[in-house]
């Protein structure tokens, strides 16, 4: 482990016992579970060996707590190791806005680094667990490692595009449209990770939907039941199956 790196185990175990040193890992990027979505994809085994050097330990976080908040020094990206998130941010008149969610392999704190402040909350929709990236000693090793840099250009262009396709959802798109893109977007990413794409557990409230899609919790509300009625999904509390692919992404606006 280099110096560098045990400082930040040192000093991140003293500010939070939720933070896992480096020396008590058991699992490392080349056996993790979700390591063909995140950082490690595609790099050979010495590669693999300097990035989990570079990880400065585990962070589990309980349901509902922050991993960050908006203001706080950006020092680290998370890597999504178990579990799923939310970010947000608070609007003009005072309401939190979802901006985001984020699942096993996905990357968050991007938000941080423009301004080296994190400008949004990420909480988590479930138990959770995260490995912690130095993102100084992260950068110095990708500007090394060609195959990484590729990897971590690629995650934080996964989540400009994320940023996008919210604002596309905001803009230009009906109540009932927004709704068909999320759940087939969650569709995917599902089938992405090993997991059905037919039924899956909705990790995050109706409210937070709502608030994710610009919409009113009473329009999403209503929109879960005529779709159901329709016989495009089954709905049973956040238990959700999608009955008719077609369907949803003709009403998405998509023929693929």
């Known amino acids: 482990m ?32 979700v390591r063909e979505m ?29 991993l960050y908040r908006p203001g706080e020094p950006f020092a680290c990206l998370y890597a999504i190791r178990v579990g799923t998130f939310k970010t947000l941010t608070l609007a003009e008149d005072g309401r939190e806005q979802v901006t985001g969610f984020y699942m096993g392999g996905e990357i968050l704190g991007a938000d941080g680094i423009e301004e080296n402040r994190y400008s949004c909350e990420a909480t988590a929709l479930e138990d959770s667990e995260v490995c912690v990236l130095p993102f100084s000693l992260l950068d110095e090793l990708a500007h090394e490692v060609p195959s990484l840099r590729r990897n971590l250009y690629k995650c934080l262009a996964r989540d400009a595009c994320q940023g996008q396709k919210m604002m596309l959802l905001l803009g230009s798109m ?3 449209e927004r709704l068909a893109v999320f759940l087939l ?15 899956f557990i909705l990790r995050m409230t109706r409210e937070e939907i709502a608030s994710y899609l610009g919409l009113k919790l009473e329009t999403v509300s209503r929109l879960f039941s005529r779709l159901q009625g329709e016989g495009l999904l089954q709905v049973q509390g956040r238990a959700i199956k999608l009955l008719d692919f077609s369907a949803l992404k003709r009403l998405a606006g998509s023929s693929g």
Do not use: Q, W
């Not at 595609?42 to 989990?52: F, I, M, Q």
């Not at 585990?58 to 349901?63: L, T, V």
């Not at 089938?191 to 059905?196: T, V, Y």
């Open 174 to 176: 009906c109540a009932e």
């Open 38 to 66: 995140c950082l490690p994809v595609g790099l050979d085994g010495p590669a693999l060996g300097r990035l989990d050097n570079v990880v400065a330990g585990r962070r589990r976080i309980r349901k509902k707590g922050s």
């Open 185 to 199: 977007d969650l569709a995917h990413r599902y089938r992405a990770r090993g997991f059905s794409m037919n039924e």
């Open 2 to 33: 280099t110096r560098g790196v045990a400082s930040v185990v040192l000093s991140a175990s003293a500010a939070s016992p939720n933070v896992i040193p480096y020396c008590d890992l058991a699992p490392h990027c080349v056996s993790c579970s």
